[in-house]
């Protein structure tokens, strides 16, 4: 089991920024930022490896940054120049295995964080 733990979430002005961090229990191997706003789907958003290998949706690239402390188990997304758009529930997944933007082959989640972006 991996028990996840997410904080950071807050309301901020569109052009502004916030961090979220997420601390497991124990270490997995890939760690993730999903995001899932009122009415749609649940999207990656970005994702690390222990090894420090990373990927972003298209629609942060350039803007959100993930990071990770290996010694805290903890997986950091540092999100900048904010849109209205990025608005949703985020949430941080673990896996033991190699990361991918598929759902289902998270096992571990965190109970959400909410980032509000207003105009």
């Known amino acids: 089991q991996v028990q996840l733990v997410e904080s950071g979430g807050g309301s901020v002005q569109a052009g502004g920024s916030l961090r979220l961090s997420c601390t497991a229990a124990t270490a997995a191997y890939c760690m993730a930022w999903f995001r899932q706003a009122p009415g749609k789907k649940r999207e990656g958003v970005a994702r690390?490896?222990?090894?420090?290998?990373?990927n972003y949706a298209d629609s942060v690239k350039g803007r959100f940054t993930i990071s990770q402390d290996n010694a805290k188990n903890t997986v950091y997304l540092e999100m900048n120049s904010l849109k209205p758009e990025d608005t949703a529930m985020y949430y941080c997944?673990?896996?033991?295995?190699?990361?991918?933007?598929?759902?289902?082959?998270?096992?571990?989640w965190g109970q959400g964080t909410q980032v509000t972006v207003s105009s």
């Open positions: 690390i490896t222990r090894d420090g290998i990373t």
């Open positions: 997944a673990a896996r033991h295995d190699g990361c991918t933007w598929s759902i289902g082959y998270y096992s571990y």
